[in-house]
């Protein structure tokens, strides 16, 4: 049984490791998400960061999409 969940896009490969209790999210990048004590949440930072590089400018924590534009009538 495998305890690793990789999250693959754009390039980056984010992997969930375990660190003694805790669990965190690794990329090929070298990004390093922040230690969790449950692995799911490791996997949200893994899946944030992988989708963060989905568009042209990478935010932080960029919760807008910027090219959402609205069509009034
Ligand atoms: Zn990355």
């Keep these: 049984m495998a305890h690793e969940e990789t999250q693959e896009k754009n390039g980056h490969t984010a992997t969930v490791v375990e660190q003694g209790r805790?669990?965190?999210a690794r990329c090929t990048c070298g990004w390093r998400g922040p230690a969790r004590r449950a692995r799911s949440r490791a996997r949200t930072d893994a899946e944030e960061?992988?989708?963060a590089h989905t568009g042209e400018d990478a935010g932080?924590?960029?919760g807008e999409h910027p090219g959402d534009h609205i069509g009034e009538p």
């Design 49 to 51: 960061h992988t989708e």
């Design 22 to 24: 805790f669990c965190l």
């Design 60 to 62: 932080e924590d960029a």
